[in-house]
């Protein structure tokens, strides 16, 4: 392993031990207040400084790890699920379904995946698994693509062809031959969309449309600590911090994953 990528494991692990136990490292409340030790820079006794009601913000990142990867995981499952529907239809269905389910691509992928997200979020309101929700659909049109060509490709493959000369159904090649070596790729599109999906919504509730003060929830921190910035810079650079590193770490675990399994 690259030094890198032992970082990245050890980023994730950190973030699966505080998602799981965050008590183990934070053993304070997230949410409990003291506002006579409000505005502390970063110190021993708090090493990420405290925010504007008191709170450390070593606490709130740690218990805030599980909120943001939970949405991560649910946001890149739906996208995953939704772009493979999609993307099998495309390439089992015919030539008028598949040019149908790529003209619908194309007008999704003219807009941008935040823009998407937005929108959803105006029509159903904002919150945490509103955001979930919105952030895996606007995902999954780029997941559809990579599908549908990954299950053309495993259709034109010569063990296909000798299962169809066989006399399997359409349902046993795609259940028995197509899916299983078309969802093999997906494993490693699942760790790069962890990473993205966790800075989406932490964009959104940045924003105000994803969790909503006082969680603790990264995005949500990173907007309470915008009015303090030229004081109180603690605030903001510790969350973003987190979430920058979350997202490098899940990037470069993917491209590792992808690497081995391409050279296996």
Same mark, same amino acid.
């Given at each position: 392993?690259?030094?890198?990528?032992?970082?990245?494991? $050890?980023?994730?692990?950190?973030?699966?031990?505080?998602?799981?136990?965050? /008590?183990?490292?934070?053993?304070?409340?997230?949410?409990?207040?003291?506002?006579?030790?409000?505005?502390?820079?970063?110190?021993?006794?708090?090493?990420?400084? @405290?925010?504007?009601?008191?709170?450390?913000?070593?606490?709130?990142?740690?218990? /805030?790890?599980?909120?943001? +990867?939970?949405?991560?995981?649910?946001?890149?499952?739906?996208?995953?699920? $939704?772009? +493979?529907?999609?993307?099998?239809?495309?390439?089992?269905?015919?030539?008028?379904?598949?040019?149908?389910?790529?003209?619908?691509?194309?007008?999704?992928?003219?807009?941008?995946?935040?823009?998407?997200?937005?929108?959803?979020?105006?029509?159903?309101?904002? /919150?945490?698994?509103?955001?979930?929700?919105?952030?895996?659909?606007?995902?999954?049109?780029?997941?559809?693509?990579?599908?549908?060509?990954?299950?053309?490709?495993?259709?034109?493959?010569?063990?296909?062809?000798?299962?169809?000369?066989?006399?399997?159904?359409?349902?046993?090649?795609?259940?028995?031959?197509?899916?299983?070596?078309?969802?093999?790729? +997906?494993?490693?599109?699942?760790?790069?969309?962890?990473?993205?999906?966790?800075?989406?919504?932490?964009?959104?509730?940045?924003?105000?449309?994803?969790?909503?003060?006082?969680?603790?929830?990264?995005?949500?921190?990173?907007?309470?600590?915008?009015?303090?910035? @030229?004081?109180?810079?603690?605030?903001?650079?510790?969350?973003?911090? $987190?979430?920058?590193?979350?997202?490098?770490?899940?990037?470069?675990?993917?491209?590792?994953?992808?690497?081995?399994?391409?050279?296996?």
């Amino acid at each position: 392993m690259t030094p890198f990528e032992v970082l990245a494991v $050890v980023v994730a692990l950190f973030l699966l031990v505080a998602g799981l136990l965050p /008590g183990l490292l934070a053993p304070g409340d997230p949410l409990g207040i003291d506002p006579a030790a409000a505005f502390q820079p970063p110190s021993p006794a708090h090493w990420f400084g @405290t925010d504007e009601s008191g709170r450390d913000i070593w606490t709130r990142v740690v218990h /805030g790890a599980g909120t943001s +990867l939970v949405i991560g995981f649910a946001a890149t499952a739906i996208g995953l699920g $939704v772009g +493979l529907v999609l993307g099998t239809i495309a390439g089992m269905l015919g030539p008028a379904v598949d040019f149908s389910v790529n003209r619908l691509l194309e007008v999704l992928f003219a807009f941008p995946g935040l823009l998407l997200a937005l929108l959803f979020i105006l029509i159903f309101g904002p /919150g945490v698994w509103t955001a979930t929700v919105a952030v895996g659909l606007s995902a999954s049109p780029g997941y559809a693509r990579i599908i549908r060509g990954q299950l053309l490709a495993v259709r034109r493959s010569s063990f296909v062809e000798a299962a169809t000369v066989l006399g399997r159904t359409r349902r046993q090649l795609l259940l028995r031959h197509i899916l299983p070596n078309t969802l093999a790729p +997906l494993f490693v599109l699942g760790t790069l969309g962890v990473g993205q999906a966790i800075v989406w919504a932490s964009a959104l509730s940045y924003l105000g449309l994803g969790a909503q003060p006082p969680a603790a929830e990264w995005g949500a921190m990173l907007s309470a600590g915008r009015t303090y910035l @030229t004081t109180a810079w603690w605030m903001s650079f510790f969350p973003g911090l $987190v979430i920058v590193l979350t997202a490098v770490a899940a990037t470069v675990l993917g491209r590792a994953i992808e690497r081995r399994a391409r050279y296996a």
